[in-house]
């Protein structure tokens, strides 16, 4: 245990500090080529949000009607659809959609399943019995069945998404951070405070919520891809984004089957975009947890545990040297 | 073992009842009126009914205008609920085999319901198959040459797997199928009992295509279950005695790392009827994938509890069974 809160501690302070960021990019970019790879990619989707009004060449919505679906060419770059609308412009608007959905609907989830974990295992007893039978019945639905009935019956959005997104998979991630809580528990400084009759608020916030930091990081990086994903799907199936906002999923869908058969590039960019948006985020948010994670491969996971690297690099150097020794063995 | 297979059990009911009260309040208690959604729709959509609509009488002849829990009672089977014409009380709900009444004909739906739970388990059990037969032997084959070419090139496509859209690749094989190679898939749906080949023939591309949605996750846990079972004491012994290198990965590594296999096949289980409601309606068939998307669309809010409710039962009994099977299968682990 007194290991654990050790590795916690140093992490934690390292997160704070401003140096902190700079150590994590220097082991992202010498240990993690596919995290790095990954990050640059979230970095270029991040900038293409940002600034779509200064990279994409028309509205998302100017229509052409002499151009339609055109091949790509010099003027339009990714051709164009069926009512003759640029698809560059279109897919880097729809990068603002899915960050912007991605981003606050993870938000959303890590703030439920934080908040739910960390006070149902906090408190215990007979509330957490209560609390994780309704997680429980919740976990029992699958989610997608889920998102389709809430979104139909509250309509399509880009704020209903986020809040269904967030709070529907925030509910069911609650369990990781009741084990968080359970483990945090047990630690000295949290008697300490219980014994200066801190309130239960107080404890959470002050005392539980700082030393899961990275646990809550991680678990953001981790559950992004899969939130962009999901609202792909829906925005595919029509429950998302409403057509005028050019949502990739709902690029996907949204056309004829004839126009697509005319046009494949029309369905085939839309979905370039979201294979590399959540190939990024997923490789980036490995990377992430294997960096930060302190309850990661012992000794190896955490910030600044620098030395231990040199530790891997032997470890893994006498690993090869023994597979090898063992074919060469087996062969004669 | 039997006692905890008991409690197990018993501790089902609590939860299955929480379900049955999510299922009903999901549709019953959202924002933006379900029931003037409903009347809307319905009569709108109802040709030659000039009639003024009463929202009371239809409240009334719906059961909608009694308390919450009445309402509940007899959605559930546990209240009796009175015909509208004779005035006689039948208790017909969830317990009774209910599944749902259309509140567009008034007709019990269940038949319907019935019909297609086969296919979608068909559908469920081929993308099971394909999916785990690729990934399991990528997973473990990666997991042995850790950190080579090829272990780099499995865990790629992997993370490929987890990130390309299964909606987007079927979409893409209908669109150039169609148009670089004449293929469209059949638009008939054929039963496995009247033509099995022809009927394998058109599920196994969509079973495929969920199925790679699944594969992903199980590469992954593959790769760390075998690494974790190889770094383990008995496999340097069984190293020591001289054993082949074949013998020791798939007697001593791969058949423990395969248990905790088990524990992946219930989120597989979410991710498998949420795959089967869009690739469903993609391919058309004739699954609960697809009459669920329909019947929402359709407002026909009754029928979608019933289903929904079916799908959250059996991710229960599959839970459940898988926490029996491991504890059957894996005799290190005890249970209080």
Same mark, same amino acid.
């Given at each position: ?109 890590? &703030? ?22 309704? &997680? ?81 990081? &991680? ?114 | ?82 015909? $509208? ?12 085999? *209910? ?8 007709? *019990? ?38 950190? /080579? ?21 079927? /979409? ?22 009247? *033509? ?35 770094? $383990? ?60 998307? /329909? ?12 289903? *929904? ?28």
């Amino acid at each position: 245990m007194n290991q654990t809160t050790e590795v916690a501690a140093v992490t934690g302070e390292n997160i704070r500090k401003s140096s902190a960021l700079g150590t994590f990019l220097k082991r992202l970019f010498k240990e993690k080529p596919l995290g790095t790879m990954g990050g640059i990619l979230v970095l270029i989707l991040l900038l293409a949000g940002i600034f779509a009004d200064v990279i994409a060449p028309y509205e998302y919505a100017d229509v052409h009607p002499v151009d339609r679906l055109l091949p790509p060419s010099s003027t339009y770059i990714l051709g164009t659809d069926g009512a003759g609308r640029d698809m560059f412009s279109r897919i880097v608007y729809g990068a603002r959609i899915s960050m912007i959905v991605g981003l606050s609907a993870t938000a959303l989830y890590t &703030v439920v399943s934080t908040a739910i974990g960390l006070i149902s295992g906090y408190i215990g007893g007979k509330f957490d019995i209560i609390l994780q039978r309704f &997680v429980d019945a919740w976990l029992c639905f699958p989610g997608m069945v889920i998102y389709l009935i809430v979104m139909n019956l509250i309509g399509a959005g880009m704020l209903q998404i986020i809040l269904v997104l967030g709070i529907g998979s925030g509910i069911g991630g609650s369990r990781g951070a009741r084990a968080w809580a359970f483990w945090i528990k047990e630690i000295a400084y949290m008697d300490a405070a219980r014994a200066l009759g801190a309130s239960t608020l107080r404890i959470v916030l002050r005392h539980m919520l700082p030393n899961v930091l990275p646990m809550v990081i &991680v678990s953001f990086s981790m559950a992004i891809g899969g939130i962009i994903l999901a609202e792909a799907s829906l925005s595919f199936l029509g429950f998302g984004i409403p057509p005028p906002y050019p949502s990739w999923g709902q690029m996907i869908s949204g056309q004829s089957r004839a126009i697509m058969e005319r046009a494949p590039w029309v369905p085939l960019w839309p979905g370039v975009a979201i294979t590399l948006t959540i190939w990024g985020m997923n490789m980036f948010g490995d990377a992430v947890r294997d960096l930060i994670d302190p309850r990661l491969r012992g000794g190896i996971g955490g910030l600044g545990s620098y030395g231990s690297k040199k530790v891997a690099k032997v470890l893994k150097k006498r690993d090869a040297m023994i597979t090898k020794t063992r074919r060469r063995t087996e062969r004669g | 073992m039997f006692n905890y297979a008991i409690r197990r059990i018993l501790l089902l009911i609590p939860t299955l009842l929480l379900v049955t009260i999510i299922v009903f309040l999901l549709v019953r208690f959202m924002p933006g009126n379900v029931i003037d959604l409903m009347i809307q729709e319905i009569w709108e959509g109802t040709p030659g009914s000039g009639i003024q609509v009463d929202r009371d009488e239809i409240m009334a002849r719906m059961g909608l205008d009694q308390p919450i829990w009445t309402q509940y009672g007899r959605w559930l089977g546990v209240l009796p609920t009175p015909d $509208q014409k004779t005035g006689e009380s039948h208790y017909e709900g969830i317990l009774q085999g *209910n599944l749902g009444k259309s509140l567009r004909t008034n007709r *019990n739906m269940t038949d319907e319901i019935v019909k297609r739970i086969p296919v979608t388990f068909e559908l469920g059990l081929l993308a099971i198959l394909t999916g785990n037969i690729i990934a399991i032997p990528i997973g473990i084959y990666s997991a042995i040459r850790q950190d /080579t070419g090829l272990d780099y090139i499995g865990r790629t496509f992997s993370i490929l797997a987890l990130s390309v859209p299964s909606f987007w690749l079927a /979409t893409m094989l209908i669109v150039y199928g169609a148009r670089d190679f004449g293929w469209a898939p059949s638009v008939e749906y054929v039963r496995f009992s009247e *033509n099995p080949i022809e009927n394998l023939k058109d599920m196994i591309l969509p079973a495929a295509l969920i199925g790679m949605s699944m594969s992903g996750g199980t590469m992954r846990f593959m790769r760390t279950m075998t690494l974790e079972v190889l770094r $383990q004491d008995y496999i340097r012994t069984a190293w020591a005695k001289g054993l082949k290198e074949r013998v020791i990965i798939i007697r001593h590594g791969v058949r423990n790392a395969l248990i905790p296999l088990i524990s992946l096949l219930a989120p597989q289980i979410g991710l498998l009827i949420g795959g089967s409601v869009i690739i469903e309606q993609i391919f058309v068939i004739p699954g609960m994938g697809q009459y669920l998307l /329909t019947m929402i669309l359709e407002r026909d809010y009754w029928i979608v509890s019933g289903m *929904n409710l079916i799908f959250a039962a059996s991710t229960m009994l599959i839970v459940l069974a898988t926490d029996l099977s491991y504890a059957w299968v894996d005799p290190r682990i005890r249970y209080r």
